[in-house]
């Protein structure tokens, strides 16, 4: 016990020790407030890594003087103390007080601003840590007693919270500055609500909502798809101990410097600083419909259309005198009610069911139920007060028993929402037939009920037979890891259906070559077009890759992936339906010297930023993450408005690790070009392999080159000869003469310096994808300058050159070389 006392004893002294320490060996600067130490108006604190500073500073076009954090310069305030008690003079003083806070003093030694903790310590200190958090200290305990990032002002840094309480009240909410030149708080508050699906709020003046993110289900927020690339950066919702509920992020590359802020207009900005250069600014832009409940109760936004609100079926506007007047907040009301009502013994009198509407933002005040899908519908429909459901895999059952409000109509994203409605409303039938009808029907269902069931014997019969076939062919080809997926779940085809489609399969109606066999369009009796891929007989290769691209893709869903519409497998038949591109290919365009005049540079930045964000959603946003392997011009098909989707995932992996997680493989499979060194060398893929094979599209887009061809004496390939071009300043040069536009040129030129980034030969160097998506969608032009690419060199290979590795791609005699940057 004798012992544990001394240790008691001794500890604040060795933290007090510490302190001293500290403050001694950095006295050259002022690195701390201490009871004896103080900064004034040209004084600063800086944090140990010296990137960020505490001092005094004032806004644009505003002599009025703050006590601020700031990161590198004044351009990036992070923090302000006296936000609400400006300093009108350069005579202020940030000092500890005698009550052991740091308080701020006027020139008349007034104290303007407090920490306001409730302690009468008499030696206390303050530190800036290389977080950005200001701390207060008790030196003799090493206690702490007050800190800034649980008293924000307008802007988030990595591992500040915003947090709530549900048992104390107490929250860390954000405040808005009025305007750029005065930062005091201003009309938008940021908090935390809805604590059992947390969710954070825009609040305006406090009390009225303005804008929400809808639910967190664990990986984002539900209502805002848009938003997914900037919430993909650590990114998490934590409890404390006591209760605190709070959503914080963090960054795994300590160089890497991220402010988020309320802009005084209400939306956020985005600011990313990597090595002290500046490469993401980026304020998100709103529309109308991200208003808090813009089409009120019961009513659906969509900016794409006009008017952006509508009512859903069943429904009508509450007051169309408004409606026409272009005001919806007064919602819609039902026009045909709702048939649910409970007897004494539990029963329904008549049924209702749902509507499904897709891609929609979560509506407001949900309850959560346990329970699958399919319960979930259960308990909806059996409880009248049930309005609507939704299901999310990560959050469970949602339901509705109040009013649907602010509710918002994605391009993507979203979720399916179920509204109930009407029986009446759901029935296409046409109900009390003409006598006459009834009469026929009945003739001719007696004149042929004998032929009936002869057809019906034989048809059970083929059927019996082909469902053998099916289950035997699905057990054959469902080995190894691909026995989880279960084709009975795929929408199936008949093999005549698909047939018919193809008139016969004719060579006629070949569209292509895909990874297992050749590609036909075709058109369903309905009149739907489809692509329909058919596996080559006797291909053991091809039927590896059909049923990965069954593993993968079934899984997927989002705007810039081709869709799978069903399979068939009939025998040794296996094939994959596709809806139909009409555009075909990308390389159909950009390397045909006719063609490529289509696409303008507007076109093709949208056709770039659709690959990216397809390629982010494989690598983060997916049910599975995936790295496709074969990204390449001839993979990415486009639709009738030239929106690229990503197809042939028959070489994709399902991947489990992070960004940076490498895994080797003996069996090296692709197309040279478009495959990273470390891949096509030795084997070795990530998600930076897709990084590099989407900065290979890029360039040839840019160019309308094709990088597996050479250029100039030196007969670099592609990338190769951009890195040229770059070094020697002359890379505006290698533009495709067709977009070429002097208005256009920044943005191009970024996309090349984009493109270089992706190249890069070590995979650590490479910019993540959702760091290329933000690059994209940014107007910022200081981009980390590239260096190091890799690129196809042209020469002759010894006949003797061979590779441990089964490697199923075409040589074409080339090797890859490795520049240094100047």
């Known amino acids: 016990m004798g012992f544990l006392s001394n240790t008691n004893y001794y500890l604040p002294i060795t933290f007090l020790i510490f302190f001293t320490f500290f403050l001694c060996s950095n006295s050259s600067s002022i690195d701390a407030i201490t009871s004896t130490r103080f900064i004034t108006e040209n004084d600063t604190i800086s944090s140990n890594n010296t990137n960020l500073k505490l001092g005094f500073f004032s806004p644009t076009n505003s002599t009025n003087r703050y006590l601020a954090i700031w990161y590198l310069s004044q351009s990036y305030v992070i923090w302000i103390a006296n936000r609400d008690q400006p300093l009108k003079d350069s005579s202020g003083v940030a000092k500890i007080h005698k009550d052991g806070n740091l308080v701020i003093l ?30 207060l200290y008790d030196v003799m305990s090493g206690q702490q007693l007050w800190d800034s990032f649980s008293h924000p002002t307008d802007a988030a840094v990595p591992t500040m919270r915003v947090a709530s309480n549900p048992y104390t009240g107490k929250k860390i909410e954000y405040v808005s500055r009025k305007s750029d030149s ?3 708080s201003g009309y938008f508050t940021v908090s935390l609500e809805r604590l059992d699906t947390p969710e954070v709020f825009f609040w305006y003046n406090k009390t009225k909502p303005y804008w929400r993110t809808g639910p967190w289900n664990g990986r984002f927020f539900l209502g805002t798809p848009r938003l997914t690339t900037e919430y993909l950066y650590g990114w998490s919702f934590e409890h404390d101990t006591d209760g605190t509920i709070y959503v914080t992020y963090s960054v795994a590359d300590p160089n890497d410097f991220g402010i988020l802020s309320i802009v005084p207009s209400g939306t956020l900005k985005l600011v990313r600083i990597l090595n002290k250069v500046e490469y993401v600014n980026l304020e998100v832009d709103q529309n109308e419909c991200d208003f808090y409940g813009a089409c009120g109760p019961f009513g659906s936004c969509d900016n794409s259309t006009i008017p952006i609100c509508s009512c859903f079926k069943g429904f009508e506007p509450k007051n169309s005198e408004e409606w026409t007047m272009k005001n919806w907040t007064s919602g819609c009301v039902r026009n045909v009610p709702l048939q649910c009502s409970n007897l004494s013994n539990g029963s329904v009198v008549e049924q209702d069911g749902f509507l499904v509407y897709h891609n929609m933002k979560v509506p407001d005040l949900l309850e959560k139920l346990g329970g699958d899908q399919n319960k979930c519908r259960e308990y909806c429909l059996a ?7 939704a299901y999310d895999s ?27 409605t009407p029986s009446s409303l759901l029935s296409t039938d046409k109900k009390g037939r003409g006598n006459k009808a009834l009469i026929v029907g009945a003739i001719a269902g007696a004149i042929g009920i004998v032929t009936l069931v002869l057809c019906a014997y034989i048809w059970w019969k083929k059927w019996t037979a082909k469902q053998t076939d099916t289950r035997s062919q699905t057990q054959n080809v469902s080995s190894g890891d691909q026995k989880q997926t279960k084709l009975e779940e795929l929408p199936l085809f008949e093999f005549e259906q698909l047939a018919t489609a193809t008139n016969d399969f004719h060579l006629a109606s070949v569209l292509g070559k895909g990874g297992f066999g050749p590609v036909y369009k075709g058109k369903l009796e309905n009149g739907q077009e489809i692509a329909v891929k058919r596996l080559a007989k006797a291909s053991t290769q091809g039927l590896e890759e059909f049923m990965n691209e069954v593993v993968v893709i079934s899984k997927l869903q989002h705007r810039n992936l081709v869709r799978l519409l069903g399979c068939c497998i009939e025998g040794d038949e296996q094939m994959l339906v596709y809806e139909f591109m009409p555009n075909k290919s990308l390389d159909a365009f950009i390397f045909d010297p006719l063609q490529r005049k289509d696409l303008d540079w507007k076109k093709r930045f949208n056709i770039i930023e659709g690959i990216a964000r397809g390629i982010l959603y494989l690598h983060r946003d997916s049910r599975l993450r995936i790295i496709h392997r074969d990204l390449k011009a001839s993979n990415i098909l486009l639709d009738d408005q030239m929106n690229p989707k990503i197809s042939d995932f028959g070489l994709a992996r399902i991947f489990k690790g992070g960004e940076d997680y490498e895994v080797n493989t003996k069996r090296v499979v692709g197309t040279y070009g478009y495959m990273p060194p470390e891949y096509a060398m030795e084997g070795i893929f990530s998600e930076k392999s897709d990084v590099y094979s989407f900065g290979v599209l890029l360039l040839e887009i840019v160019t309308g080159r094709k990088n597996t061809s050479f250029y100039n004496e030196d007969s670099l390939s592609l990338v190769g000869f951009a890195w040229k071009l770059w070094n020697e300043e002359r890379i505006a040069s290698i533009i495709d003469p067709e977009i070429y536009d002097i208005c256009f040129e920044n943005s191009i030129l ?16 490479r910019p993540a994808i959702s760091t ?39 040589n074409n005699n080339v090797t890859l070389s490795e520049v240094e940057g100047r």
């Not at 409880?383 to 459901?389: D, G, P, V």
Request: some cysteine; proline content about 4%.
């Open 106 to 135: 006027n020139g008349q030694n007034i104290i303007i601003w407090s920490s306001n903790v409730s302690t009468n310590l008499t030696n206390s200190i303050v530190q800036l840590h290389d977080s950005g958090n200001l701390v």
């Open 383 to 389: 409880n009248c007060s049930c309005l609507a459901y």
């Open 750 to 765: 970024r996309c090349i310096h984009i493109g270089l980034l992706c190249v890069q030969e070590l995979t650590k160097e």
């Open 182 to 184: 005065d930062v005091s």
């Open 772 to 810: 290329v998506v933000l690059m994209l969608i940014s107007e910022i032009t200081h981009l980390p300058p590239p260096t190091k690419v890799a690129f196809v060199h042209k020469e002759s290979l010894p006949c003797s050159t061979s590779s441990q590795k089964s490697q199923s791609v075409s």
């Open 394 to 420: 990560y959050i469970g059952c949602m339901y509705w028993s109040k009013d649907l409000i602010d509710l918002q109509q994605f391009p993507y994203g979203g979720v399916d929402l179920y509204i109930r």
